[in-house]
Structure formats: structure tokens, C-alpha cells
């Protein structure tokens, strides 16, 4: 952004200061500029108040020139300062685009990255998959063996199981007939118990006749033998009255 400014200042005699004639010219100014006419006519009243009147006038007109020429130059100042503001700004902004473009490189290049980060990540996660994929398949290659493994002895099992039952099923009929054996041992033992039982009672009895037997005879036996103590004690008696000596009690061999 620029613009042109251009300043004219003017100088030079005023209408005012001129005489009607073409030969009076009247320079006010200390030092009159080129152009100026230097031809002066005698000076008279009238002359010197116009003079005072026109040098007024030209100090408010050199004052307005020099307020004047300092806001042109305020404004030139301005302008250039807004020209300096303008290439600074053109500077950051050339800068900022610089930057922009680097940080839009910067972007490309971390999005190619990114991408191909991608591009390899998609290309494990299809691996992966693929991998997925033979592992699961080799699963149920697996899971089938053993659910036919798993059938065959599942069948294998109901063998064992009918075998076990008819085993069973014998050793229940072998038990049936073992206790049914059993019953008629046990009733045979009792049979033999009973005739044990009955024929020890009859022993008993038996024995209890003996042995009333044996006291009958052991009572006869002591009757006797009190009997023979009273007719030996009798005889001894007899001989001892008689002046018999009495016997001497020996017993002969072979006599109890």
C-alpha cells in the first residue's frame, strides 16, 4: 500500500502589495526570493501601513505554511511509519506463509508417515486375520478329532457299561444261588444242630441215670463197707477178748 503526496508552497507578492502602476513592486520579505521585484518607491504613510499589513499577512501565511508543512510531515511520518508497519507485516506475513508452508511440509510428510504407518498396520491386522483365520481352522480340525474321539469312547464306555451289566446281572444270579445254597447249608446246619441238641440231651439225660447209677452204688458200696468196719472191728474186739493177738494189717501183693 503507497501513496504520493505532493506539498506546494507557494510564495511571492500579494495583490495587495502591488501598486495600480507596473513599476511599483513591493517585496515585504527581508531577503526577497528569485522573481521578486527589488524596485522599492519612496516610502509614504500608506505604503509602510500596507507594508505592516502584508508582512501580518505573510507571517500568518508562512505560520499556516509551517503548520501546514508540519501535518504534511506528520503525515509523511505517519505515512512512512504505515508504509514500515505495511513491510513488517509483509515481512511476518511472508514469514507466516514460510512457516505455513513448512508446518503444511511438515503436515504432508507426517501424513505420508501416518499413511504408511497405516498401510503396515492394515497389512499386520491382515496377517493377523490370515493367522486368525489357520489358527480357528486348526481349532476345529481339533475340535472335530476329539468329538469323534470323545463319540468313540463315549461307545466304547456304553460297551463297558452293557459288559459291567451283564457281569452283574451274573454275579446277582450267582449271589441269588449262592444264598439260595446258603439257606439250605444253613438249614442243613440246623437240622444237625436240632439232632446235636437233641442228642446232647439225650447224653445229658444219660448221663444223669449214670450218675444216680453211680451214687446208688457208691450208697450201696458205703453201706457195705460200713457194714465191714463194724464186723471187723467186731472180730478184733473178739480176739482182743480172747487173748488172740490182733492181726497185723498187711496186704498181699497184687490186693488193694
Do not use: W
Not at 503436515?107 to 499413511?115: G, L, N, Q, S, V
Not at 489357520?134 to 478329532?145: E, G, M, S
Not at 436240632?194 to 444219660?206: D, F, G, M, N
Not at 474186739?237 to 488193694?256: F, I, M, Q, S
Amino acid at each position: 500500500m503507497g501513496f504520493n503526496t505532493t506539498i506546494f508552497f507557494f510564495e511571492g507578492n500579494l495583490s495587495s502589495t502591488q501598486s495600480n502602476s507596473d513599476e511599483t513592486s513591493v517585496n515585504l520579505h527581508p531577503h526577497p526570493p528569485r522573481g521578486f521585484a527589488t524596485k522599492i518607491s519612496e516610502p509614504n504613510r500608506t505604503t509602510t501601513i500596507a507594508a505592516h499589513a502584508a508582512f501580518a499577512a505573510k507571517a500568518k501565511t508562512e505560520a499556516r505554511c509551517a503548520t501546514h508543512r508540519d501535518i504534511e510531515l506528520a503525515k509523511i511520518k505517519l505515512a512512512q511509519t504505515k508504509l514500515e508497519a505495511d513491510a513488517i507485516i509483509r515481512a511476518a506475513e511472508a514469514s507466516e506463509v514460510e512457516s505455513n508452508a513448512k508446518i503444511r511440509e511438515s503436515d504432508a510428510k507426517i501424513r505420508a508417515a501416518d499413511a504408511t504407518v497405516r498401510v503396515a498396520e492394515l497389512e499386520l491386522y491382515a496377517k493377523i486375520r490370515e493367522s486368525d483365520a489357520k489358527i480357528r481352522a486348526a481349532d476345529a480340525t481339533v475340535r472335530v478329532a476329539e468329538l469323534e474321539l470323545y463319540a468313540k469312547i463315549r461307545e466304547s464306555d456304553a460297551k463297558i457299561r452293557a459288559a459291567d451289566a451283564t457281569v452283574r446281572v451274573a454275579e446277582l444270579e450267582s449271589n441269588a444261588k449262592i444264598r439260595e445254597s446258603d439257606a439250605k447249608i444253613r438249614a442243613a446246619d440246623a437240622t444237625v444242630r436240632v439232632a446235636e441238641l437233641e442228642l446232647y440231651a439225650k447224653i445229658r439225660e444219660s448221663d444223669a441215670k449214670i450218675r444216680a447209677a453211680d451214687a446208688t452204688v457208691r450208697v450201696a458200696l458205703a453201706g457195705l463197707f460200713k457194714e465191714a468196719s463194724k464186723v471187723k472191728k467186731a472180730r478184733i474186739e473178739a480176739d482182743v477178748d480172747g487173748g488172740v493177738a490182733p492181726r497185723t494189717h498187711r496186704r498181699k501183693k497184687g490186693y488193694r
